[in-house]
C-alpha cells in the first residue's frame, strides 16, 4: 500500500496559497488536492483553472482536482491545460461516465471517479476496471471541516473488492472530509491509499501546517503497517 497525503487547499489561506502549499510539503504533502465547485452540484462556489494554473507555478508536486460541478466534460481541457495532473469526476453527474473517464486519459491526466456518501458502490460497478483511482466522499461535499462518516470505512471496503475483482488492483483508493488523526487509521486499515486532508492540517494557521501534515502521514503510516493490503 502506498500512502499519499493530499492536503485540500480548501481550508489553507486564499491569499497566501503559495505559502501553505509550501508548509504542507515540508511536512510530508505527496500531492495537492483542489476543491472545484459551482454553486450548483454543491452549494458552494470556489475556484476555477486560473488558479489551478497559478497553483503550477508553485509546486512541483501534482495537483489532484477534485470537480464537484454539474458538467464536468465542459472544463476537462481547462483544467488539464492548466495543469491538473488527476482529475476526479462525480459519478452522479455524468450519464455517459465511460466517455468522461476516457477523455481524462487521452488529455494525459489521471482519472478518478467520486462517489457520494450516499451513492451505492454498484454506481461504479461497469468502469473500475477503466479508473486510475476511485474517491470515496466520506462527507457530503460542499465544505471543510465537517463530520467523518462512520460508515465510510466499509464503503472503503467495499470499493477495494469491487476493483480487485475488476483486476484493477493498481488503481488506489482517495477518501475526503473529516481525515484527522481520530479517523486517518480506520481509513486506511479499510484500504484507502490517498488520503484528502483539509482543517486537519491547515486549521491551525500557517505555523502549524507542516507539523499537522507531518503527525496525520506518520499516523497514515504506521496504520498501513497493519492494513491487509
Ligand atoms: C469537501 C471537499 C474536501 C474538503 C475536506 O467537499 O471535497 O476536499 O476540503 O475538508 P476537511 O478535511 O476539512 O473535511
Ligand atoms: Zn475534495
Do not use: C
Not at 485540500?8 to 501553505?20: Q, V, Y
Not at 465547485?37 to 477534485?66: E, Q, Y
Amino acid at each position: 500500500m502506498t500512502i499519499r497525503l493530499a492536503p485540500s487547499i480548501l481550508a489553507a489561506d486564499f491569499a497566501a496559497l503559495g505559502r501553505d502549499i509550501e508548509a504542507a510539503t515540508r511536512g510530508g504533502a505527496d500531492q495537492i488536492h483542489v476543491d472545484v465547485m459551482d454553486g450548483h452540484f454543491v452549494p458552494n462556489i470556489t475556484i476555477g483553472p486560473p488558479v489551478v494554473r497559478a497553483l503550477r507555478k508553485v509546486t512541483t508536486l501534482p495537483l489532484d482536482v477534485h470537480l464537484m460541478i454539474m458538467e464536468p466534460d465542459r472544463y476537462l481541457d481547462a483544467f488539464v491545460d492548466a495543469g491538473a495532473n488527476m482529475i476526479s469526476v462525480h459519478v452522479e453527474v455524468l450519464p455517459h461516465l465511460h466517455r468522461t473517464i476516457t477523455q481524462i486519459k487521452k488529455l494525459g491526466a489521471k482519472a478518478g471517479v467520486v462517489l457520494n456518501p450516499s451513492t451505492p458502490v454498484v454506481a461504479i460497478e461497469q468502469v473500475v476496471g477503466d479508473v486510475d483511482f476511485v474517491l470515496v466522499m466520506s462527507v457530503n461535499p460542499g465544505f471543510g471541516g465537517q463530520v467523518f462518516i462512520p460508515n465510510t470505512p466499509a464503503k472503503i471496503r467495499a470499493v477495494r473488492t469491487l476493483l480487485d475483482r475488476a483486476g484493477n488492483s493498481k488503481a488506489p483508493i482517495e477518501v475526503d472530509g473529516g481525515v484527522d488523526l481520530t479517523t486517518v487509521a480506520a481509513v486506511v486499515e479499510a484500504g484507502a491509499e490517498w488520503l484528502v486532508a483539509g482543517n486537519a492540517i491547515f486549521s491551525g494557521g500557517y505555523d502549524k501546517a507542516e507539523a499537522a501534515a507531518r503527525a496525520l502521514k506518520d499516523a497514515a503510516l504506521a496504520a498501513a503497517k497493519g492494513a491487509a493490503r
